[in-house]
């Protein structure tokens, strides 16, 4: 059965840096979405994403974060400036159609992203 | 944003039903429920989903009321392997709440 996978697993990076997360998606699926969960909470929505397009974002996604789907397979999610409340699970979702609602959303295993 | 309410914990004996209980008052009329559940920190795992019949899988089955207002996921045979965290989710940005605790016990 085809699957959402993410790499790295696990990214250790220092305060200020940079960082790209990589997902690839469901090969049909057009819509795209990052959550994240902080470590003992609810999963939270960032992003969704639809032809070369930000839909929708929360208010956690401010200018530090950023999404590219820079082929015609990859979806990242760039941080620019980590800080250490970013350390957090990061989940890539992807879905082939919502219009009609009827398709559910496929998660990716996370990536574990610790700011130190 | 989509809102759900759910009991944040509860207990099943292994082989049991587990009845998992979500109200989605504000779901419009054109919205499916969908039941996701989270084994530790691995990715949302989606199990069903429905807009105003009752649904059954391989997994688990689905109650909707008639009004829609509320939903009940039941795993018919409950064993150890289904302690999870259990979500129920509407809405175009799959917007999760706390979700339900299931613990299943020898």
């Known amino acids: 059965e085809p699957e959402v996978t993410q790499t790295p697993s696990h990214q250790v990076t220092q305060m200020g840096q940079e960082v790209i997360l990589r997902c690839v998606p469901i090969?049909?699926?057009?819509?795209f979405y990052w959550y994240r969960q902080i470590l003992g909470q609810k999963v939270e929505f960032l992003v969704s994403?639809?032809?070369?397009?930000?839909?929708?974002k929360s208010e956690i996604f401010d200018d530090q974060f950023s999404v590219e789907r820079p082929d015609g397979s990859n979806f990242t999610l760039k941080i620019r400036s980590t800080k250490l409340e970013d350390s957090a699970m990061y989940f890539c979702?992807?879905?082939?159609?919502?219009?009609?609602?009827?398709?559910?959303?496929?998660f990716g295993n996370g990536t574990r992203l610790t700011v130190t | 944003d989509a809102k759900t309410t759910q009991p944040p914990s509860m207990d099943c004996a292994e082989g049991r039903a587990a009845n998992l209980p979500c109200n989605h008052s504000?779901?419009?009329?054109?919205?499916?429920v969908y039941w996701y559940r989270q084994i530790h920190s691995q990715g949302p795992q989606y199990i069903i989903h429905?807009?105003?019949n009752n649904e059954t899988n391989e997994m688990a089955s689905l109650i909707i009321t008639e009004d829609r207002k509320s939903s009940t996921l039941i795993l018919p045979h409950a064993t150890l392997r289904d302690t999870a965290v259990y979500y129920c989710?509407?809405?175009?940005?799959?917007?999760f709440g706390p979700g339900t605790r299931l613990s299943v016990l020898p």
């Open positions: 979702a992807s879905i082939s159609d919502r219009t009609g609602g009827n398709s559910p959303l496929h």
């Open positions: 090969s049909n699926h057009l819509y």
């Open positions: 994403f639809y032809n070369n397009e930000i839909s929708e």
């Open positions: 504000t779901i419009s009329g054109n919205e499916y």
């Open positions: 429905g807009l105003k």
């Open positions: 989710v509407y809405g175009q940005n799959f917007v």
